[in-house]
Structure formats: C-alpha cells, structure tokens
C-alpha cells in the first residue's frame, strides 16, 4: 500500500473528530450560555445595553445619595436634654438646657429656668460649637456633652 493513502485516511479521521469536537464544544457553549438557537452578537449587544443603563442608573444613585448626606448635615443630629435644679427652694429638677446641633456643630441652645414665681427662657446661638455669649454652669456641662460624643 501506499503511504500517503495512510496519511488521507488519518486526515480525514483527524478532520471527523475535529468536526465532532467542534460541534459538541458549541452545544456547550450554548447551554453555558442558555441561548437556544440565538445570535451571540445580538444577546451580547443587548447585555452590553442593560449594563450601560445600569451604570447611569447607579451614577444617578450616587449623586441622589451625596446630595441626600450633604442636606442631612444642616438637619439636627445632636440632641441633649439636662435638667437641673435652679433655685434651692424649688425641687423636681424643673428647669432644663436643651442643646440641638448638626454635623458641623451649629444649632441652638435653650435654658428655662423654673422658679416658684416665674419662668425664663433663654435661647442662645451655638456655631461650631462656641457660643458668644457667657454659658451659665449648666449650659456648659450640656454643650460639651455633646461636643464630646464627636
């Protein structure tokens, strides 16, 4: 026989099992893929898109959720109730200090003052955590708890 009538027939076969090779890795590949039947191009355009619209939806997330924590440092985050006794001849600690800051420490500071004959209230700015005006004991002890917990 001649040899290169071996060397066919081994072509061919090589070329069979190729063939089948070929064949059984695309079925893989479709089931991998679970296309059934459709065009990889287009399914993946279509992917391509969804993630596209994804990445502007979660841009837009992003910059709702920094507007949101920007807005929520003016709002109140501190809150310290002290109450305290103002005058001997008045018990049941009536009279309190009220200190309401936000993330940057500004906000408001109320004492009222109870006595038997009377009531006071005193309102007093807080920026940055200062107050221009003279704290009274209890305001103080009020204001730094707070400045404190930072």
């Known amino acids: 026989m001649d040899f290169t009538l071996y060397i066919a027939v081994?072509?061919?076969?090589?070329?069979?099992?190729?063939?089948?090779?070929?064949?059984?890795q695309k079925r893989r590949i479709d089931q991998v893929l679970n296309l059934g039947?459709?065009?990889?191009?287009?399914?993946l355009s279509i992917l391509k898109q969804k993630i596209e619209k994804n990445d502007k939806s979660a841009e837009t997330l992003q910059r709702e959720v920094s507007e949101?924590?920007?807005?929520a440092k003016g709002a109140t985050q501190k809150v310290v109730l002290e109450r305290y006794d103002a005058y001997e001849d008045?018990?049941?600690a009536q009279s309190f200090v009220l200190v309401m800051l936000d993330a940057n420490n500004t906000g408001v500071?109320?004492?009222v003052i109870h006595g038997r004959t009377s009531t006071r209230v005193y309102g007093k700015k807080v920026e940055a955590g200062k107050v221009e005006a003279t704290l009274a004991e209890e305001e103080t002890r009020a204001l730094n708890s707070l400045l404190i917990k930072q």
Not at 10 to 24: K, N, S
Not at 37 to 43: A, P, R
């Open 10 to 24: 081994a072509g061919v076969a090589i070329g069979v099992v190729g063939c089948v090779f070929a064949f059984t």
């Open 90 to 92: 008045v018990g049941g």
């Open 68 to 71: 949101y924590l920007n807005r």
């Open 37 to 43: 039947g459709k065009d990889l191009e287009k399914e």
């Open 109 to 111: 500071l109320i004492n």
